[in-house]
C-alpha cells in the first residue's frame, strides 16, 4: 500500500520565521491533498496538488508538488499563531485518500 | 449554509456497550467517510459509502459497523467487539470519484 511519511512530526517556531513541512511518497502522487486541523476539531482543506511541478499559494501557505511527484513542500512565510496547528497531507489512492500522520505546528508569539 | 455535522462533540460510554455516532450532511455529496484518529497515527479508514444503500469496509472495519438508508446520514457504530475504541472519530463527504473530502467537527469518544 501507498505509505505517506511526513516530516517533521513536530515544528515549534517563533513568531515571523518562515517554516516547511514535508510529504514524501512511496509512490507516484496522482493528487496530493494538504490539510489544517485545530486541535480536537475537523480537518480544513488547504490545497490540492496534481501535477508535477506545480505550486499553488494561498495568503502566506505554498505548496508545491516536485517533479517527479513523489513529494510535496509545504511552507509558510513569515508565521504567525493563528499556523498553529496540525498539517496533514493525503495522498489520493483509488478513489480513497491515505493520510500522512500529521506535523503538529506552534507558534509562539 | 452547506455543511457537514457530527454529534455529540464528545462522548463518554462504559466498556461493553454499543455506542452510536452521528453524521449528516446537506451538500448533496454521494460518498461519505469515516476515519478515526489517534495520535501520531494520522487518521485511518474505518468505512466509507458511495451510494446509498451501500458502503464498503476501510482498513480498519473490524469492530465497528455503518448504514446509509439515506443520502444525507451515514451514523457509525462502535460495537463492544471494538478492541480498543478510545479515539477521535471523523466523518467526511465528497462528490463520488472527487477526492476532495469535506470534513464534519469529530467525535471524540472515550470508554471508561
Known amino acids: 500500500s501507498q505509505e505517506l511519511e511526513q516530516s517533521p512530526q513536530s515544528l515549534i517556531v517563533q513568531e515571523g520565521k518562515n517554516l516547511t513541512i514535508n510529504c514524501t511518497s512511496s509512490?507516484?502522487?496522482?493528487?496530493l491533498y494538504w490539510y489544517k486541523q485545530k486541535y480536537g476539531e475537523g480537518l480544513i482543506f488547504l490545497m490540492m496538488?496534481?501535477?508535477?511541478?506545480e505550486e499553488k499559494s494561498h495568503e502566506k501557505i505554498t505548496a508545491k508538488l516536485d517533479e517527479k511527484k513523489q513529494q510535496s513542500s509545504l511552507h509558510i512565510t513569515a508565521s504567525q499563531p493563528s499556523h498553529a496547528g496540525i498539517y496533514l497531507c493525503?495522498?489520493?489512492?483509488?478513489?480513497?485518500?491515505?493520510f500522512g500522520s500529521g506535523t503538529q505546528l506552534t507558534v509562539l508569539p | 449554509d452547506g455543511g457537514i455535522t457530527q454529534s455529540p462533540k464528545y462522548l463518554f460510554r462504559k466498556e461493553g456497550q454499543n455506542v452510536t455516532l452521528s453524521c449528516e450532511q446537506n451538500l448533496n455529496h454521494d460518498a461519505m467517510y469515516w476515519y478515526r484518529q489517534d495520535p501520531g497515527q494520522g487518521l485511518r479508514l474505518i468505512y466509507y459509502s458511495q451510494i446509498v444503500n451501500d458502503f464498503q469496509k476501510g482498513d480498519i472495519a473490524e469492530g465497528y459497523s455503518v448504514s446509509r438508508e439515506k443520502k444525507e446520514s451515514f451514523p457509525l457504530t462502535v460495537t463492544s467487539a471494538q478492541k480498543n475504541p478510545t479515539a477521535f472519530y471523523l466523518c467526511?463527504?465528497?462528490?463520488?470519484?472527487?477526492?476532495?473530502?469535506?470534513f464534519g467537527p469529530g467525535t471524540r469518544l472515550t470508554v471508561l
Open positions: 509512490k507516484t502522487l496522482y493528487g
Open positions: 496538488l496534481q501535477k508535477g511541478g
Open positions: 493525503g495522498a489520493d489512492m483509488a478513489r480513497q485518500l491515505t
Open positions: 467526511a463527504s465528497s462528490i463520488w470519484g472527487d477526492n476532495e473530502q469535506f
